[in-house]
Each structure stands twice: as C-alpha cells, then as structure tokens.
C-alpha cells in the first residue's frame, strides 16, 4: 500500500492569487499523478509527474496555468496560478502501489475561490 | 479517447435490497477496472479490480464483473447496509497511467 498526505485540506482565496498544494508519499514512486475533481463532478487527470524530467499534461491542462514540481521520488508539488471562481475544486494526488494493480489517493485539497 | 459512463443518482434504496450501479466504457485495447469508493469524511478508495475478460473483481459483499463483449462492469450488492452510503466511482486504465474516471454515484441507503 501507500500512505499519502496532501496540505493544506482546504483552502479559501482570492481571484488571482496562487496556491501551491504539497504531495508526500511514504515510498519512493516513480510517478505521481493530479487530478481534479469539480463540483459534482468527476475526477479529471491534469498531469503525470515524472521525478527529473516535466511533467506530461492532459488535454485543457497547460503547464503556465497548474506548474508542478517533482524534485525526488516522494514529494510532488501542484500550483494553481492565476485562480478564478471556476477554479474551485477539489485537487487529489495518487500514486500506483509497488504492486502497480491499486492506485492510492489523497485525501485532497478542497480548493474555495472567492 | 477513453471514457467511462454510469448511472447518476442519487440512488436511494432500503435496507438488504439488492444494488445494482451501471457501468459501461469505452476503450482501445484492453483496459484494467475499477470500482472506488469514497465515504462520508474519507478519501478515495479502492473497492474492487478486475484486470481482463470475464474476471470478477469482488470485496466486502460487492461483486463486478469484466465483461468485454457489452464494454460492462456494473457493481452489484445482494444485500446492502446503510454503511455501505456512499459515492461509488467505476473506473479504467488504458494504455496511459492515469486512471479514467465516471461521474459518481451517490447511494443513499435508508434504514
């Protein structure tokens, strides 16, 4: 298995700020993964991860709008820049266990812009 | 691309009914399934798996099964419990890493 803790577990902030929401995981992973889930919504993949190389996003997510770190193979960082109201959701972290058959969560940063 | 599709609810059902969530998806090759759930107040979790055709993923009373020829993977329960209220997720794994979710399915169990 793996224990994952995402901060902050919530969060409330002004249009056009930025906000930056750690990831660390108890074992060394080689990718990690951000997703985001909106109100009522699904969850939505942004971006994988990648320790030493950028991240690879997904179609509607550009790296200028969600910039995410990975300096080792345990922490990820996702920074939502430039926030708006339609930014408001919750944002999860997930890796797959060393077994690569179960994919683990966060418990997520649930995101307010006002 | 990938997708997958379940049935919206919210659904409401008594005490020991019999519980079936609709799954479908759309996939190229030969995607893994999941079914998550999450609690009230708790992250996401795995509940279920199955890997290929005709596999059956089961766990805590809950049975899925892989089936290929419909693009399925409908959860089914024969006797619920309201601890089993909950949003219910169906879930796949194509050639790519992330995971491709549904919409959710909020099941309400009343006593």
């Known amino acids: 298995s793996a224990v994952i803790s995402q901060k902050p577990s919530r969060d409330i902030c002004q249009r056009g700020t930025s906000l930056t929401i750690q990831c660390q995981v108890d074992?060394?992973?080689?990718?990690m993964f951000w997703y985001r889930q909106q109100p009522g919504q699904s969850l939505t993949l942004i971006a994988t991860?990648?320790?030493?190389?950028?991240?690879?996003?997904e179609s509607g997510f550009v790296i200028d709008k969600f910039p995410i770190s990975r300096p080792n193979l345990t922490f990820s960082t996702l920074t939502v820049s430039n926030m708006s109201p339609e930014d408001s959701s919750i944002y999860l972290c997930?890796?797959?266990?060393?077994?690569?058959?179960?994919?683990?969560f966060g418990q997520g940063t649930r995101l307010t812009v006002v | 691309g990938n997708s997958v599709t379940q049935m919206e609810g919210p659904v409401t059902l008594s005490e020991e009914a019999f519980l079936t969530i609709n799954c479908t998806y759309t996939?190229?090759?030969?995607?893994?399934l999941f079914w998550y759930v999450q609690y009230p107040g708790e992250g996401l979790q795995l509940l279920l798996k199955?890997?290929?055709?005709?596999d059956k993923g089961s766990n805590k009373g809950f049975e899925a099964t892989y089936r290929k020829e419909t693009t399925s993977f409908h959860l089914e329960k024969g006797s619920v419990q309201v601890s089993d209220s909950a949003v219910y997720f169906c879930?796949?794994?194509?050639?790519?890493?992330?995971?491709?979710f549904g919409k959710g399915t909020h099941l309400i169990i009343q006593p």
């Open positions: 997930s890796v797959w266990g060393e077994m690569n058959t179960e994919a683990f």
């Open positions: 074992s060394q992973v080689t990718m």
């Open positions: 991860a990648n320790q030493g190389s950028e991240a690879t996003y």
């Open positions: 996939a190229t090759g030969y995607p893994s």
């Open positions: 199955a890997t290929k055709a005709d």
């Open positions: 879930a796949l794994r194509g050639g790519a890493d992330g995971l491709t």
